[in-house]
């Protein structure tokens, strides 16, 4: 696992060997929404799975988050139950 203290941090960690983003909706600088597109507009990373951790539940807020690219998202709070069933759908 590789923890990223920002979106600029992450942007540069994104190796070859991440398999999966799960970036914040909050962060500095850029949102997550902001990181995804980010992401999805790199050629190397553009297919890389991309998991929101959301404060938000609206239809709205996830319907942004998909246009942004987002392969799925998680509602905060969650248990660590949740997140291991979306890694594993996505991871197979």
């Known amino acids: 696992m590789i ?11 994104l190796t070859p060997a991440v398999k999966l983003v ?3 909706l909050n962060m500095p600088n ?3 929404i902001g990181l995804n597109k980010a992401i999805r ?3 190397s990373t553009k297919f ?3 998991v929101m951790l959301t ?5 709205g807020q996830k319907q ?3 246009a ?6 998680i509602v905060k709070p969650f248990n660590p139950d949740q997140l291991l069933a979306v890694v594993k759908k996505i991871l197979g």
Do not use: F, H, M, R
């Open 3 to 13: 923890e990223a203290e920002d979106d600029q941090d992450a942007l540069i960690q």
């Open 48 to 50: 890389l799975p991309v």
């Open 68 to 73: 942004a690219g987002a392969t799925d998202w």
């Open 55 to 59: 404060p938000e539940s609206q239809a």
């Open 22 to 24: 799960l970036p914040n």
């Open 41 to 43: 507009a790199n050629p």
């Open 30 to 32: 850029l949102d997550g």
């Open 64 to 66: 942004d988050e998909k």
